[in-house]
Each structure stands twice: as C-alpha cells, then as structure tokens.
C-alpha cells in the first residue's frame, strides 16, 4: 500500500488553503506559532521498489519563518532516520517536550524530516505488502491471525540499497535547497541514519554545511563497493511489535527512571499510525526494510571535513559507545566533539536527557561548540 498521493489540484487547493491560514496565523501576531507541514517529493527507486517513489517530508518551523523569508542557511535542518523507525515517529514526538525538530523549530530554526522508500509514509516496496515475506522465524506468531498456514515467501532478496538511501536523501536535500533558496542543509540523523546521512556528506561535502550524529552506525569493516549482486539475498524487511521493542529498550536500562511509560505509549502510537498495512497484522507491528549496505568505509571517514558532532549514550547496546568512538577517531575534521551521554541507551532522544542531547545539538548547529569547545570529548549527565 503506498502513502495517499493527493492529485495536483488537491495538492494546490492545499497549498492555497495553507497559505492563507498561514497569513491569517501571522496577521494576528501569533507568529511564533509552531507548524507541521507535509511535503510529497519525487525520487529514485531504491532495490526491490518501483522505479521511482514519493519521500514524506514533514516540516516543524514557525509561521514567521514560512511567510517573511527563509532563515540563514546555517538555520535549516533535515532530520534522517535509522533502521527501523521512520523519521517523524523518531524525531517528532508528541509527547510534552519529547519532539527534538519541535525543540529546534523554536529556537528559529526550518526543521524537515524525510521517510527513506519503504518507512512511513514513503512509497514501499509492493514485496512489504505480501505477509509471506515476514521473516521466516516469526511467521507462527502471526498465524492463524493473519496467515492460514506458514507460506513461502515471494521475495528472497532485501527491499532496499544504501544507494537508494542516499538518493532519498539527495532529493530531499535538494527539494529543501531550492524550497527555501539555500546552499546548504545541516544534516541530523541516528543510528543507520548515520551512514545514510554522513555518506550522503561524503559525496556531496558543499550541500551540507554541519553534522550532528546520534549512534551512528560505523562500521571499520564495511565494503567499499557493492556485492556481486543487488540486492543481496536476505528476508526482505524486519518487523517490530510493541513487545518487541519493549524488550530492546529494557535491555539498555541503566538507570531506574531511564525513560518513562507516557513517552513509549505516544511513540508505539505514532509507529502503528505510520504503517496502517502492519497495523493490521497480528497484534499490530511496523515494518522496515532491510538494506544491503556498503561504503562510508574508513577512507571516506578520514576524508571527510564537514563540522561534526557525535553522541553516544553510556547503555547503548546496538551501537556501542567505542563504535561511535572509532567513528571520531577516524574522523578527518577537525571540527569534531564527541557527547557522552550518561543515563542513555540507543533512544537517547526519548530518554530523561533528552533535554542535554537538544541542547548540544542546538549549540553545535548554531555555534559549531558544544559547552564552548569546537572538539574534544564531553560528558553531559554525570
């Protein structure tokens, strides 16, 4: 099921219709007024996808910025996901102050998120649709609620590249350069985000003028090129139930009140919202597809000059802190800080310091310091 794809004269009359609510928001001084705005853009198809799909973009800024001009390049942001969650269930929470583009969008920056193909409410690879494509070893869970009897699956290879990845990227990119006339985007991603976004930067090193890396996915092994096939064979997309992640979040506790119930149940009711076909299997899970990776290899890494900033929370345990730490080691720059962040697993922007991560992150976007440094090491929460 692909996301709903209003027609041309829907996508105008909406257009005209925010227009004039945006105005009629600035014209009775409520200018600081926070927006979410939907953008649909083209791009490349990606692996199993179809030759070309349609990105969600979701913008947060403040009724000023869209009405009485752009804000300085340094001032404009796109947001990148990981592996499994997409991008405006990751970065946009709403739940008290839990939203990091929200946080952003009020200190005056335009604040954009993008859906990679096959998350959200991006195109999906029609292969995501077929529940005989659920990993093998999970298909009993879901039977006989959604399936009769364990079936074949219909698609033996992952659903998307990294090089379709760093497409969507592109386009969004560029979708938000000529959108709000700018040369450059600063780039903030986490996990997978990480490669996507930061080996996007290595190509296009002029487009992006900073970084901000929450347990970015490095890797000193990746291969430098493609494998032989791609695709590479594999179960084409991963689930997660609510119980799923539960447990993975649980297993990265360290601290009695490392995260609190209110913000898991907004978040799970995000993720359902944005996967209405896997809302429907079994108990409700989302799906994500698998991704053959290579590239931003070491070489790349040790090239690379974009101001960067790097977080690693204390108790992650899918991206380990001395896995971010070989990331700063190798990192050419030399703008570069690394933020240790105690009491923080993986999900560090939806844990009880979240409010240190905005902060850092904010400074380093506005600034290039974190608590006054351009680099270096800090501790944040000890």
Same mark, same amino acid.
């Given at each position: ?9 829907? %996508? ?11 105005? $009629? ?10 927006? #979410? ?8 198809g ?13 913008e ?21 996901? @990981? ?25 005056g ?13 991006? #195109? ?23 399936? %009769? ?22 386009? $969004? ?16 991603a986490?996990?997978? @985000? ?9 190509q ?9 890396l ?8 990746? $291969? ?22 539960a ?5 990265q ?10 913000t ?16 429907t ?42 896995r ?8 050419? @720059?030399?703008?570069?800080?690394l ?21 850092a ?10 608590? @006054? ?10």
């Amino acid at each position: 099921m692909t996301p709903f794809c209003p027609s041309r004269r829907h %996508r105008i009359t909406v257009t005209i219709t925010l227009a004039v609510s945006i105005l $009629a928001i600035v014209g009775a001084d409520d200018a600081d007024r926070l927006l #979410t705005i939907d953008h649909y853009i083209r791009a490349g198809g990606s692996g199993s996808g179809p030759a070309e799909s349609l990105l969600y973009v979701r913008e947060r800024t403040k009724a000023s910025t869209v009405v009485r001009g752009s804000p300085p390049r340094s001032r404009v942001v796109l947001f990148v996901h @990981g592996a499994g969650t997409p991008a405006e269930v990751s970065f946009d929470v709403p739940f008290r102050d839990y939203s990091w583009m929200a946080y952003l969008a009020n200190a005056g920056f335009d604040v954009f998120s993008v859906d990679m193909t096959g998350y959200g409410r991006s #195109t999906r690879p029609a292969v995501m649709n077929d529940p005989c494509n659920i990993p093998a070893a999970r298909q009993l869970e879901f039977i006989p609620a959604l399936l %009769r009897k364990p079936c074949a699956a219909s698609f033996a290879k992952h659903a998307t590249t990294i090089a379709g990845d760093w497409k969507d990227v592109g386009a $969004a990119v560029d979708y938000i350069v000529g959108l709000r006339q700018v040369e450059q985007v600063a780039l903030v991603a986490w996990s997978l @985000g990480g490669p996507r976004a930061a080996g996007y930067a290595a190509q296009y090193p002029a487009k992006v003028s900073r970084m901000v890396l929450l347990a970015p996915a490095y890797s000193r092994t990746v $291969a430098a090129a493609p494998p032989a096939t791609v695709p590479t064979a594999g179960e084409p997309f991963t689930i997660q139930t609510r119980s799923d992640l539960a447990t993975l979040w649980d297993s990265q506790v360290g601290c009695s009140d490392q995260y609190e119930q209110g913000t898991f149940d907004s978040i799970w009711a995000e993720m359902i919202a944005s996967d209405p076909v896997g809302a429907t299997w079994g108990p409700g899970l989302r799906r994500a597809p698998n991704v053959t990776r290579w590239g931003w290899t070491a070489a790349d890494v040790m090239k690379q000059q974009t101001p960067v900033l790097m977080i690693t929370g204390m108790h992650d345990k899918q991206v380990p802190p001395e896995r971010v730490r070989e990331l700063y080691a190798d990192y050419g @720059g030399a703008q570069k800080a690394l933020v240790d962040l105690a009491c923080s697993s993986h999900n560090a922007m939806w844990e009880r310091n979240h409010g240190l991560l905005f902060k850092a992150s904010l400074e380093w976007l506005d600034k290039g310091t974190v608590n @006054g440094k351009q680099s270096g090491e800090v501790r944040l929460g000890y």
